[in-house]
């Protein structure tokens, strides 16, 4: 926990990692080709800062400089979509719970 909260940003390329830092208010940057995690972002409404793995030094540093002056903006995103993904994880939980009485 800590140490996503001593972080402004988690450059990722991975699931947990992404949905960790945006519960914890760090802002995910995502560096990956995965669907999974690509689908993770967009459903967070995170698409902006999805980085293509084909991009210059240039436009890595001017995506990272825009994100850490939009901090607060996309730290209430990432919260509000972690908040939901959470969300969802809880009530699946309860609906395997309730499949598995049924067996």
Same mark, same amino acid.
């Given at each position: @926990?800590?140490? #996503?909260?001593?972080?402004? *940003?988690?450059?990722? &390329?991975?699931?947990?990692?992404? *949905?960790?830092?945006?519960? #914890? =208010?760090?802002?995910?940057?995502? $560096?990956?080709?995965?669907? @999974?995690?690509? /689908?993770? $972002?967009?459903? &967070?409404?995170?698409?902006?800062?999805?980085?293509?793995?084909?991009?210059? +030094?240039?436009?890595?540093? @001017?995506?990272?400089?825009?994100?850490?002056?939009?901090?607060? %903006? +996309?730290?209430?995103?990432? %919260?509000? =979509? /972690? @908040?939901? $993904? *959470?969300?969802?994880?809880? #009530? /699946?939980?309860?609906?395997?719970?309730?499949?598995? #009485?049924?067996?």
């Amino acid at each position: @926990k800590s140490l #996503f909260e001593s972080a402004a *940003l988690c450059l990722s &390329m991975r699931y947990h990692a992404i *949905l960790l830092s945006a519960c #914890f =208010g760090c802002v995910p940057v995502c $560096m990956s080709s995965s669907e @999974k995690v690509l /689908a993770l $972002m967009r459903e &967070m409404r995170l698409d902006d800062l999805i980085l293509p793995s084909v991009y210059s +030094y240039e436009k890595y540093e @001017k995506t990272l400089e825009r994100v850490l002056n939009l901090t607060p %903006k +996309y730290e209430y995103t990432c %919260k509000n =979509g /972690a @908040k939901e $993904m *959470l969300r969802r994880a809880v #009530f /699946a939980e309860a609906f395997l719970l309730d499949l598995n #009485f049924l067996v």
